[in-house]
């Protein structure tokens, strides 16, 4: 009975395309079958950081909780124009953080396609996928060629296209993203998302917001098509597939060869939620033994306070009076601390005060109006305690 379902949905979809033709030069996008049992493979760990009910794949595996693979049972819808074959699930694989779709056409235009879809059917809310369209690489690091005689797509699909909802890329024109909503074969709305590009040479972001009011469709953040007229409502398998055509209008004329799709990531996010990112703890102030941590020094009111083996070094920030001039740093110590100024860099030394044992270090220099300028005490033996202060030309 399943089956017939299908055969019963290529038909009518078959009728739809012919009376389509009759009208137009270019072919609706096609609608597709859902998929088969699926492989086994280790669950994705889960994503953090998500509102309830959403998820995000990033195919670190191929999570069987999560999708099926479509394979060799029945005759695929794309089985004609002298195009023969089936789904393979050994066409479908995960590699370094991507899913990988392959789709292998013999010269005899014998086929072997890739397809997954959610076991689980979903409904209104926004859906997204980074990928890139098919091409002669598998490496997501390296460009491929592009091929006449494909369809790479990102899809819903449930009941003989009751829903379906598509991203869809021709490999003879690479360049178009096909965007459109199903109410059934009979029943639907799409156009083109272009972004100017060749599609199958870099990943894209692509995305729909489905409400029951309407359908918007993205590229890359990029508004592309909004769909009011046709709007589906029927919770829907997602998808993604690659699949041969052999057609002067749709797809385009077979290639042989082999191709691939690369998708990075699946995203679901229902509606009336929406995706907050973490707020990230804030960053701990900067100490004082860093020049970004400095403590104020001024010429009304001196500073405490120690250095160790343990705690080298203490940082102070002073500024110039607008007048500028002569001006002096001192440091008395209980034991022994050392004193060196700094330019405005904290890196150019300008003058520095190493004394012995219990004997004060001082610094003078003339300061040039208004500039800042830095003081560090320095650890040289024991534990001991200072006080650091600045006369003359300084605020």
């Not at 088969?36 to 069987?64: I, K, Y």
């Not at 509606?271 to 970004?292: E, I, K, Q, R």
Request: charged share 15%.
């Amino acid at each position: 009975m399943h089956n017939n379902t299908r055969l019963f949905s290529l038909a009518a979809f078959g009728l739809l395309g012919a009376l389509l033709a009759g009208c137009s030069s270019t072919p609706a996008p096609s609608a597709t079958p859902a998929p088969e049992a699926p492989v086994q493979s280790a669950p994705t760990q889960a994503q953090a950081d998500l509102p309830a009910g959403s998820w995000r794949d990033d195919f670190l595996t191929l999570d069987t909780a999560r999708w099926s693979v479509s394979a060799n049972s029945w005759t695929p819808f794309w089985a004609k124009d002298g195009v023969s074959g089936r789904w393979e699930s050994s066409n479908v694989s995960v590699k370094d953080g991507y899913l990988v779709m392959r789709l292998d056409v013999a010269a005899d235009l014998a086929a072997r396609g890739a397809e997954i879809a959610t076991n689980a059917t979903i409904g209104y809310g926004s859906y997204e996928a980074r990928m890139r369209a098919a091409s002669s690489s598998a490496d997501p690091l390296v460009a491929g060629a592009s091929s006449s005689g494909n369809i790479s797509a990102f899809f819903n699909y449930v009941n003989n296209s009751e829903t379906e909802i598509d991203h869809e890329i021709e490999g003879q024109s690479p360049s178009t993203d096909w965007v459109g909503t199903w109410q059934t074969t009979q029943r639907h709305d799409y156009g083109t998302g272009s972004v100017g590009a060749n599609l199958s040479q870099a990943f894209h972001t692509y995305r729909w917001d489905w409400s029951p009011s309407k359908v918007d469709f993205y590229i890359d953040g990029v508004l592309k098509k909004t769909v009011t007229s046709v709007v589906p409502t029927a919770q829907a398998r997602l998808m993604l597939n690659l699949w041969p055509t052999n057609s002067t209008g749709w797809g385009g004329r077979a290639t042989p060869g082999t191709t691939y799709m690369l998708v990075d990531y699946v995203s679901f996010t229902p509606a009336g939620t929406t995706v907050v990112a973490p707020t990230p703890a804030p960053a701990p102030a900067p100490s004082d033994d860093v020049t970004a941590g400095a403590l104020a020094l001024s010429a009304a009111a001196p500073v405490s306070g120690s250095v160790s083996s343990s705690d080298l070094q203490d940082w102070y920030k002073l500024t110039a009076t607008d007048q500028g001039g002569a001006a002096t740093i001192n440091l008395a110590t209980s034991v022994n601390s050392d004193l060196e100024v700094y330019a405005a860099d904290g890196v150019t030394l300008l003058g520095s005060s190493r004394r012995g044992k219990g004997s004060a270090d001082s610094v003078a220099l003339t300061l040039k109006p208004g500039l800042t300028y830095y003081a560090r005490v320095t650890w040289a033996s024991r534990t001991p305690a200072y006080t650091l202060s600045a006369t003359g030309a300084v605020r």
